[in-house]
């Protein structure tokens, strides 16, 4: 076998092992993602709306969580993002976002928690057209 020929075959070789290699990643991503999504967990918190935030494909608030409802004690003091997304509503259907929030206003929230880095959360009002955001008035 000449040099090319070895070459060849060891680089053919290496691209099969990385295509493997590949094929399980994608495997274990999707898993996870199923798992995160099968295990969501529904929260109520009350807290301040912070900032309001667009990005491509999600809008809503930053909240600075005063109180935890129902969910994880650990968000108690920290801040979270609550959001819509613009998945389709025949699927997930949305919640509602208070028109009238403005910073600093004291807000309720009820949605589904994601937790896609340890202690960071998010709150997705997407899901259910139960879920929330909206001013508390005294």
């Known amino acids: 076998m000449s040099a090319e020929n070895a070459l060849f075959s060891e680089i053919t070789t290496q691209m099969q092992v990385n295509r493997n290699s590949l094929k399980s990643l994608l495997i274990f991503i999707s898993l996870f993602i199923f798992i995160s999504y099968c295990a969501a ?7 301040n709306a912070v900032e309001q935030f667009q ?6 608030w930053v909240v600075s969580v005063g109180r ?6 650990e968000m108690e003091g920290g801040n979270v993002s609550v959001y819509l997304t613009s998945a389709n509503p025949e699927e997930y259907p949305p919640g509602f976002i208070d028109p009238n929030i ?7 929230v009820y ?4 937790t896609a880095v340890p ?20």
């Open 41 to 47: 967990e529904e929260v109520r918190i009350e807290g």
């Open 102 to 108: 403005v910073a600093g206003d004291r807000v309720a």
């Open 119 to 138: 202690d960071a959360y998010d709150i997705l009002l997407v899901g259910s057209k139960q879920y929330y955001i909206k001013q508390v008035t005294s």
């Open 55 to 60: 990005r491509i494909g999600a809008w809503g």
């Open 68 to 73: 935890v409802q129902n969910g994880p004690d």
């Open 111 to 114: 949605g589904l928690l994601e």
